[in-house]
């Protein structure tokens, strides 16, 4: 089992930036390819970014436009996203997840872990 916790989360105003972080313990060599999905109130839970674990290959969500950046840090153990020039629209709920599989993805089906989630608010 892998177990993750995100952090960094707060309310922020449109254009300003903010850094999530994804911790993992547990028997995180099992963990492959991470990702972030961010779920806003009424909404489906939807792919925002993905990382694998060997070769380091990145999946962006069309939204993002060049605004986020994944990355992760296998020995500390953490993943993290840079969000920049931040909209009202990027408000939600942004979940970091694991797959036991390294490869890259979108779908939420393929991610076995999942942590708590943390709130983003962006105000316009």
């Known amino acids: 089992q892998v177990q993750l916790v995100e952090s960094g989360g707060g309310l922020v105003q449109a254009g300003d930036s903010l850094k999530l972080s994804c911790a993992a313990s547990?028997?995180?060599?099992?963990?492959?390819?991470m990702a972030w999905f961010r779920q806003a109130p009424g909404k489906e839970r939807e792919f925002v970014t993905s990382?694998?674990?060997?070769?380091?290959?990145?999946l962006y969500a069309p939204f993002v436009e060049g605004r986020f950046t994944v990355s992760r840090d296998d020995a500390r153990d953490m993943m993290y996203i840079q969000m920049n020039s931040l909209k009202p629209e990027d408000t939600a709920v942004y979940y970091c997840?694991?797959?036991?599989?390294?490869?890259?993805?979108?779908?939420?089906?393929?991610?076995?872990?999942w942590g708590q989630g943390t709130q983003v608010t962006v105000s316009s």
């Open positions: 547990g028997r995180t060599s099992s963990a492959g390819a």
């Open positions: 997840a694991a797959s036991r599989r390294d490869f890259q993805t979108m779908d939420r089906r393929d991610y076995e872990y």
């Open positions: 990382i694998t674990r060997v070769g380091g290959g990145l």
